[in-house]
């Protein structure tokens, strides 16, 4: 875990809850992945959406930030332009390390929150973390099993290309800043292989799916889930 500003993220009061990590690389497909597991009643807490939470205007994070990196940051819109941030802090890692040190421990106070709730209304359930960065910022103790949505890198160039409207030095650039997708993958306990239809990837989820019953079912001896 990564420090002593974190809050209690043990989360030893939250029943037989299975919390399944869900990660990969920039473009890999990840929240189309996480839709298919919500479809599947397993909820999701998606790291992304906490951080626009708690970096919203008026909330206390909104302030640090705009004070260390300036206006610039806020859009037209008042609310801060995440493009821009992003750009800034991919091309410098110590402005990276004090964002994150800014947004991370209000991040996993609202992500304990809801995984108390969850755990409360279904202590045997199963509850996705979709979490990006999760081995860059060593969050893997905060969840039982990781999942890792796996493209080649050529992919998440081309994908991110198109979505960022960007150029292919500043996809590079982009990926060049996160754990290459191959070392996640290999220190997943599952991984689903996003290149193929959307038909392909949903019959991997099924696959997963019964895994992630038959996982914790084994884990507690329950009879059904």
Request: glycine letters at 8%; hydrophobic letters at 40%.
């Amino acid at each position: 875990m990564a420090g002593p500003d974190l809050p209690d993220i043990s989360l030893s009061d939250t029943g037989r809850l299975l919390i399944l990590g869900v990660t990969g690389g920039i473009a890999s497909g990840k929240s189309t992945v996480a839709r298919m597991l919500v479809e599947k009643g397993v909820p999701a807490i998606d790291f992304d959406l906490l951080a626009r939470e708690v970096a919203a205007p008026g909330q206390p994070v909104f302030q640090e930030i705009v004070a260390f990196f300036g206006e610039e940051v806020v859009g037209e819109d008042g609310v801060l332009d995440r493009k821009r941030l992003s750009g800034i802090v991919f091309r410098d890692p110590d402005k990276r390390r004090i964002l994150e040190r800014m947004t991370h421990p209000r991040i996993l106070t609202a992500f304990v929150g809801q995984i108390r709730r969850l755990a409360e209304k279904d202590p045997n359930g199963i509850v996705q973390a979709v979490i990006p960065l999760l081995f860059e910022t060593h969050l893997e103790p905060l969840v039982h099993k990781i999942l890792v949505v796996h493209v080649s890198p050529k992919t998440q160039i081309e994908r991110l290309m198109t979505r960022d409207r960007i150029t292919r030095e500043e996809a590079r650039r982009i990926l060049g800043a996160q754990m290459p997708i191959d070392q996640k993958a290999a220190r997943a306990d599952f991984v689903i292989h996003n290149e193929g239809t959307l038909d392909e990837t949903r019959r991997e989820v099924d696959a997963l799916w019964q895994e992630l019953k038959t996982e914790q079912k084994n884990r507690f001896g329950k009879e059904e889930l």
